[in-house]
């Protein structure tokens, strides 16, 4: 257990500094140490919603959040995360699935895309469509969607780097707690008692790493760190799953 305590404290500071939860890298560590599949979206959610909720904070009061434009996105996604979150799914489709996603992200997110911040590309129109999708996939596999959304968003230049990690918070957050909703819906409260019973240190873990990777974030990491983090993360995580498998 202080092993697993450990893990996750590192894994929400790196996440948070690029305004991830880190729910993706959660469910791998619980599925490596053996844990249940079926209740690792209750706690990798749970630690998104305590990681991201201090980033979305901060974002804020730092005003590089574009509100009226995230907001959109998340509105769309949020109901799409809840109706993912009450669909079956098996272990191997999960996983799978999971691995697959964030492989793909990854890569995407390491293509040429010119300057953040740069004049947006004709594509940035339709990401409110593809909001929806989304937010159905990330309640499906636990976590929050910002680490699907964030490629997109740099690959039409849709704002900052800075201003896409803080409406990829703000997305995971919202995500996180309509796809946990759905999650305990359809576990009902045995499960979610068998996450209670196991997350309380890794909840306290997760609140302390976020805050020091979201402060990095602001204060000390360029656009181009920030970008490239996202990238090695998310192909580290989907690579490691499949593996796994």
């Not at 636990?142 to 849709?158: D, K, Q, S, T, Y």
Request: with cysteine; hydrophobic share 55%; glycine share 14%.
């Amino acid at each position: 257990m202080p092993l697993l305590i450990a893990a996750f404290f590192v894994t929400a500071l790196l996440y948070a500094s690029v305004g991830f939860g880190g729910g993706s890298t959660y469910n791998a560590l619980l599925a490596l140490s053996g844990v249940d599949y079926r209740i690792l979206p209750l706690l990798a959610l749970s630690c998104n919603i305590v990681v991201v909720a201090g980033s979305t904070v901060r974002f804020a009061r730092a005003g590089v959040t574009p509100w009226r434009k995230a907001a959109l996105l998340t509105a769309l996604a949020a109901p799409a995360a809840l109706v993912g979150g009450l669909t079956p799914i098996d272990e191997a489709s999960f996983l799978t699935l999971l691995g697959a996603s964030l492989v793909l992200t990854g890569l995407g997110l390491m293509l040429p895309t010119g300057e953040s911040g740069g004049e947006p590309a004709r594509a940035a129109r339709y990401l409110p469509i593809a909001a929806i999708p989304l937010g159905y996939l990330a309640g499906l596999v636990g976590i929050g969607g910002g680490i699907f959304l964030a490629p997109l968003l740099h690959l039409v230049r849709w704002d900052s780097a800075r201003a896409i990690a803080a409406t990829a918070s703000l997305f995971i957050l919202v995500n996180s707690l309509f796809g946990l909703a759905g999650q305990v819906l359809k576990g009902g409260e045995g499960r979610l008692a068998a996450a209670v019973d196991l997350g309380l240190p890794l909840l306290i873990a997760v609140a302390v790493g976020g805050q020091i990777g979201s402060l990095l974030a602001l204060k000390y990491l360029p656009q181009r760190w920030i970008r490239l983090g996202t990238a090695a993360l998310t192909i580290w995580v989907g690579g490691r799953l499949l593996l796994q498998m």
